[in-house]
């Protein structure tokens, strides 16, 4: 965090969290925060004419961890991706080597997100027990604050406690694992389905069975909401959806987003969601096969849109040569048979799996422009911006680095229509999709909610990020865009918006004319929960790890301090 007075001035500011929409002002910045004024010696940013935004919050990526790194060892050619080298060498001493398209390096990826005006990404599936490689790699990347999701889901621990009802054990064992860990928050990925996949099955409904646990997906998600909103956790459920990818799919996303229904948030964090479903667009598909696969958009968010209590991001097609990467093995085992490129797969014992496939979005492939419509429709129907986030669940549907062109698309109807003109199905695509009569274009004001005020709020955070009223951090993005004359051209909204002309972190200019010129301060943000302590799960815990059924030493296990020397610790109480 800098020290010292700094001011930004005369900009056209949105920030969704005062209700300001392109009022010309000033940002003043003291050691690091937000505050009311400055004194006269300040050092002043010259934003005139330019947009003023809080730093950009990104609530679903993939950005460090096993699998991630898994993706750079096997795809070499990632860096040639188009054509040409997409790596390079930083200007100045002290930078690091640049490389990577769909998986840069965490120090491509620190500086991308800084160039963007990014100021925090959360990790979204860290495996429990390879937690410490996933925190080296958060701990190597450059600038941006970061949080990683433990995933739950599939824990042996978890579904056991469920399976008997134990809604209270299974509270305490997310408690012990997110010290452990310095995680966030509790992520389910294919909720049963990837414990089955260690059997060669999969849970592609709600009510399939997992092998040998005896527990349905259903009672998966329905537990970890109970355990929680028991526990108070900054940032609700945060699930990827059983039979994710496949035709006819919506239906399962509806069915599974009711089990929300009557839980109301107990936080003291400010967010109301109990439930973030995340990349939506993978779970938005009707047809009974390819042939016939179409957009549900608009089933799934007049759902949605009725919801309080639910949070959803996009996970946006780019159409882009791309590296899919999840938890959800048994997906990426059928997506290497739709294919036919490079596979890998990782098992994590008693936790979770997960698996890496290429993957080529072909415009001129209708089930891939189709989903290329259904992720922008999503939004395009949403009422309330502040609970949809704009994402590609990176890299998965595309690379963070095509947010902006994301934005355009959303902001410009004659944008998304050239894309459609370029397409040789196009009018197969515009009888599958609704996306060719939507006439909506998104405000900047409505993009900040879905990139700043809304992500931060959803994830707990919205008192720190997100925003530019005083005590809030330091964190300010400018971008030459005159928001009184936006440009006709939406080339040039996504131009402006892929490099800022100045973004400010902690009170530090990081970004200058779209350059990185300092590496600033960042924090690793976790979650350590205070509760009594459970003997069941202690003793099962122990035993897990001296009778064998763990591989590793219980000292082996947790994430070591030096790992996240920069740590911002929200604490939680709860009450015996």
């Known amino acids: 965090m800098a020290s010292g007075e700094m001011i930004v001035k005369g900009g056209f500011i949105i920030d969704p969290t005062r209700k300001i929409d392109g009022d010309v002002g000033d940002v003043a910045i003291k050691d690091g925060k937000i505050v009311d004024k400055v004194g006269s010696s300040a050092k002043v940013i010259d934003a005139k004419g330019k947009v003023v935004m809080a730093g950009a919050v990104d609530v679903h990526s993939h950005v460090a961890g096993p699998k991630v790194n898994a993706g750079r060892l096997m795809r070499p050619e990632d860096k040639f991706i188009s054509g040409f080298c997409r790596s ?24 991308d997100y800084a160039r963007m005006g990014y100021t925090f990404v959360m990790e979204a599936a860290m495996p429990p027990l390879l937690a410490p490689h996933t925190h080296e790699e958060i701990h190597d990347t450059p600038i941006i604050d970061e949080g990683a999701l433990p995933v739950f889901a599939n824990n042996w621990f978890v579904m056991d406690y469920l399976r008997k009802g134990e809604v209270e054990n299974t509270a305490a064992y997310i408690a012990w694992l997110l010290k ?72 399962d996303t509806i069915a599974a987003l009711k089990i929300a229904e009557g839980f109301k948030a107990r936080n003291k964090f400010g967010r109301e969601s109990v439930m973030h479903s995340t990349h939506l667009q993978f779970h938005s598909y009707g047809g009974e096969g390819w042939k016939d696969f179409c957009s549900k958009a608009k089933e799934v968010m007049d759902y949605v849109n009725k919801q309080k209590n639910i949070t959803i991001d996009l996970g946006c097609v780019t159409l882009d040569e791309t590296t ?91 944008a998304r229509e050239e894309t459609i003109a370029t397409m040789k199905n196009s009018d197969r695509m515009i009888g599958l999709t609704n996306i060719h009569t939507m006439d909506r274009e998104l405000t900047l004001f409505e993009i900040a909610q879905m990139t700043r005020s809304g992500p931060a709020k959803c994830l707990g955070l919205g008192n720190v990020y997100g925003g530019l009223a005083p005590g809030m951090n330091g964190d300010v993005s400018v971008f030459n865009l005159n928001y009184k004359d936006l440009p ?17 972190k902690g009170g530090e200019v990081i970004v ?65």
């Open 88 to 111: 390079g060498m930083a200007q100045k001493n002290g930078y690091r080597m640049e490389s990577g398209f769909s998986i840069p390096s965490v120090f491509k990826t620190g500086y």
């Open 180 to 251: 452990a860990t310095k995680g966030y928050g509790v992520k389910l990925v294919n909720p049963g389905g990837t414990a089955a996949w260690a059997w060669g099955l999969n849970c592609l409904s709600l009510n399939d069975p997992v092998p040998y646990f005896e527990i349905t997906p259903a009672e998966i998600i329905k537990g970890l909401i109970e355990a929680n909103e028991f526990l108070g956790l900054p940032h609700s459920i945060h699930l990827h959806q059983n039979n994710l990818g496949n035709p006819g799919n919506y239906p």
């Open 324 to 414: 899919t990467m999840t938890a959800d093995g048994p997906f990426e085992h059928h997506l290497h048979g739709l294919n036919h490129l490079k596979w890998t797969n990782v098992d994590v014992e008693m936790e979770t799996a997960a698996g890496v496939v290429p993957y080529i979005y072909d415009k001129n492939v209708t089930p891939n422009a189709v989903q290329w419509a259904t992720g922008l429709e999503l939004a395009l129907y949403a009422k309330d911006m502040n609970r949809c986030f704009i994402t590609t669940d990176h890299p998965n549907a595309g690379p963070f680095t095509r947010y902006p062109r994301v934005i355009k698309w959303l902001m410009s109807k004659k």
């Open 488 to 504: 006709k051209d939406a080339e040039k909204i996504e131009t402006a918006l892929q490099r800022a002309a100045c973004f400010i």
């Open 512 to 576: 200058k004319d779209g350059e990185v010129v300092s590496h600033g301060h960042k924090k690793t943000v976790w979650v350590k929960v205070a509760m009594p302590e459970n003997p069941q799960v202690t003793r099962d815990v122990s035993q897990a790890f001296t009778q064998g059924t763990y591989t590793v030493d219980i000292r082996n296990y947790p994430v070591r301090e030096y790992l996240a020397p920069h740590q911002s610790v929200i604490d939680v109480n709860v009450e015996a």
